[in-house]
Nanobody, 128 residues
Framework: QVSLVESGGGSVQAGGSLTISCEAS????????LAWFRQGSGKAREGVAA????????YYADSVEGRFTISRDNAKNTVHLQMNDLIPEDTATYYC?????????????????????WGQGIQVVVSS
């Protein structure tokens, strides 16, 4: 049974912070890459942040670099996304994803195609 379950979404004022989490189980718990994607209303889904679990290397989209931090809690098979200095453009449904690909480039790590396990998504709303 493969499962990715997101938690921690909600509403926040612009400039505020929010942390969302994703608990992985089954095959997803041993993924090579864990990532967060988001999809705003009327927009395509985009990669936000990813972590290569083998090397503990992280990757970020330019739009969130310096504001968002992805981290793992190995003991709990959980990946977090800490979001600071939120802006209304960060409003979206955020998805956790897992990939079993040994090595990817940074561009691949933030692309949907390599990821074969997805969570249901969680809503984040940033108001101005």
């Amino acid at each position: 049974q493969v499962s990715l379950v997101e938690s921690g979404g909600g509403s926040v004022q612009a400039g505020g912070s929010l942390t969302i989490s994703c608990e992985a189980s089954g095959d997803a718990a041993s993924a090579d890459y864990l990532a967060w994607f988001r999809q705003g209303s009327g927009k395509a889904r985009e990669g936000v942040a990813a972590v290569w679990t083998t090397a503990d290397r992280t990757y970020y989209a330019d739009s969130v670099e310096g504001r968002f931090t992805i981290s793992r809690d190995n003991a709990k098979n959980t990946v977090h996304l800490q979001m600071n200095d939120l802006i209304p453009e960060d409003t979206a449904t955020y998805y956790c994803a897992a990939a079993q690909v040994p090595v990817m480039t940074a561009r691949q790590a933030l692309s949907e195609n390599p990821y074969n396990h997805w969570g249901q998504g969680i809503q984040v709303v940033v108001s101005s």
